[in-house]
Every structure is written in C-alpha cells, then in structure tokens.
C-alpha cells in the first residue's frame, strides 16, 4: 500500500466561498423519489425546486471575469491511497457510471490548511454524444470537452456544517488512441441498469492532470435534488481518454433500458457569483 500525495493549492476553507442560498432546503419528497432525465431538465425545477435555485451548478467559466491567485490561496493536499489490489465497486444508476471505494479500503482525503479532511465518497462521469463536441459540464468561455469526472467529497466547513467538495477533470477524446490503456481498461465495464461490479487496482492518479491549475467556485450538485452546498474545484487542464471508452459509457442502459448517450447538465445563470483561479502554484 502506498500514500501518493498530489499537491493542490486551494483557497477552500481558509477563505470562504459560500453565499447563503435563499433556495435552500425547497425539496419535497417528490424531489427524493424523482427518476430524473437528462432530455427532460426542464422538469427537474418541477419536481426539485432546489435545481432552479441562485447558485446552481455547472457554470460556463468566463476566464476574464475570474479573480486570480488571491493571497489567502494556500497549500491544500489530497492523500490518493493506491493499492495494486485494492477494491473499487462500479455501479451503474441510471444516470452514470459511479466507482466507488470498498468500505474496507483505505480511505482517500482531500486535506484543508486548516486540517480539515474531507472524504472521498465516490467518482463518476459525464459524457456526451458520439462525434458532439459537447459532453462535459461545466465550460470554459464557451468551449466544451468531451467529458468531465467528478470526485466527490465530504466533510464539515470551518462552521461544522457539512458540505461537499467537488474536483472536476475534463476529458478530452483522443481517438488516436487505438488502444485501450490499463487505466481506462480497469473501468471499461458494460454494467447492467443498478448492477454493481468490483474491480481492483485503481490508481487515482491516473485520472488528474500533471498541471493542477484550477477555477474555484460556491455552487450546487449538478443533478437532482440539486443541493446547493458545493465546493467546486474545476482543473484548468483536461485529460486524454480514448474514443472507445467514451463509447462504453454511452451504451450504458437507463432504467427505461435507453443507452445513455449523454448526461451533462446545461450550464446555469451566475447570477454574480465570484470565481477565482490558482496559476503556476498561486
């Protein structure tokens, strides 16, 4: 077993992002029985109040409009434990494609300045059509990848109130790759609608860039019930993935036994939201 620590410098913790929501906790239990679609988003607000909230998530990233390497920024380290034969379980929703940690496995952190530690719960993908130049999520002055993953994690804020953090990687369809590497071989899994299956040796820092520059922002989940208690941490610089693992996501089945070709939220309003940026280490 072995502890690869990746060094970020975040502004998370130490100086706060967070803006009330005056949204917050509209749910209903309609919202928590809600199979939602990603071809009906404008339903979503319907059944999830929530999701038509002031501080939703994903943004389009406007990098003229950012606040860069603000002095507060300081160093913040995430523990990725990687064991040749450690245990992940896959899992397909409905909605994506979710890895998550064994419960017997070590545990996995992203660790605040101030040590606070959060959790990684699970990570999972965003993907859209073939030959689309969309597919991720969030965007950058209007550009899109081909996908995005999300690494999230949990923990308390400086308040005691817990929160989410999110790490966002984009990734780029390299269809050069005619080969399938190790990495994405491991996940290269066709799982039946909310079937599970366990793979072992993931190294997570296969699926992080080499460079970590990053937007920061105060935001939401991206899907329903749309909680807006995120931390998002978006890497500037996005990843290769080959073509046909991309393609192996899209023929996952939903609940209705459709392929999922896509599953990317529309970005949403910013609605004078701040977002800074770290470059070249703050």
């Known amino acids: 077993m072995e502890g690869v620590t990746v060094l970020l410098v975040a502004l998370l913790l130490s100086y706060d992002t967070t803006v009330a929501s005056p949204y917050a906790a509209r749910n209903s239990g309609i919202c928590k029985n809600y199979y939602f679609s990603y071809i009906k988003q404008w339903e979503w607000i319907i059944k999830c109040p929530d999701c038509g909230g002031q501080l939703q998530s994903p943004i389009n990233i406007e990098t003229h409009h950012i606040i860069s390497n603000v002095e507060s920024m300081t160093p913040l380290t995430m523990e990725l434990w990687n064991d040749t034969y450690g245990i992940f379980h896959l899992k397909n929703n409905g909605h994506t494609l979710v890895v998550t940690p064994y419960k017997y ?27 689309s130049r969309f597919g991720s999520e969030h965007t950058v002055d209007g550009r899109s990848y081909n996908g995005e993953i999300h690494f999230v994690f949990s923990g308390n804020d400086n308040r005691g109130v817990k929160k989410h953090v999110v790490l966002a990687v984009f990734l780029n ?3 050069t790759l005619t080969q399938v590497s190790l990495k994405w071989r491991r996940l290269q899994h066709q799982v039946p609608y909310n079937k599970e299956i366990f793979i072992i040796g993931l190294n997570l820092d296969d699926y992080l860039p080499e460079n970590k520059d990053y937007y920061l922002y105060a935001g939401s989940l991206t899907s329903p019930p749309c909680t807006e208690n995120v931390q998002w941490i978006v890497l500037k610089h996005p990843i290769n993935v080959p073509e046909a693992f991309l393609d192996t996501l899209r023929s996952l089945k939903t609940e209705d036994s459709q392929s999922l070709k896509k599953n990317y939220r529309w970005t949403q309003a910013l609605n004078g939201r701040n977002i800074w940026s770290c470059y070249g280490g703050c």
Request: glycine share 4%; charged share 25%; aromatic share 20%.
């Open 173 to 175: 369809s390299d269809r």
């Open 105 to 131: 496995q070590p545990l996995t952190y992203l660790n605040s300045p101030n040590h606070k530690r959060f959790k990684l719960l699970q990570f999972h993908f965003h993907w859209g059509e073939k030959y």
